[in-house]
């Protein structure tokens, strides 16, 4: 199913991991070392695992999309929209399960 090209799943997950990284300084809550922490984590690791994906924009291209695909999901259900203060597990399934019929994922290659 293809709900994402590559070509433009590529480029969206360099701008969402600069993003991630920028977004305490950006909306002005880095004096709160968990919540710099987390989106910071999860920024450089999204750039991370894009430059070895096997996509576009991958410059190693080790992983193949199918990979990259459940990475985001995985890391989705640790980001604090899903969370929120009660995390569960229901909840990260719930909303990783969200993820991928809102649209963002699967993504095919070419």
Known sequence: MRLIPAKFHAPLDYVVGAALIAAPWIFQFSEHTAATVVPTVLGI??????LITDYELGVWKVAPMAVHNLIDVVAGAFSPRCRGSSASP?????????????????????
């Not at 690791?45 to 894009?50: C, E, H, M, V, W």
């Not at 229901?90 to 070419?110: F, K, N, Y």
Request: aromatic share 4%.
């Open 45 to 50: 690791g999204l750039i991370g695992y894009s």
């Open 90 to 110: 229901t909840r990260a399934r719930t909303c990783g399960s969200r993820m991928s019929s809102s649209g963002s994922l699967p993504s095919a290659s070419g």
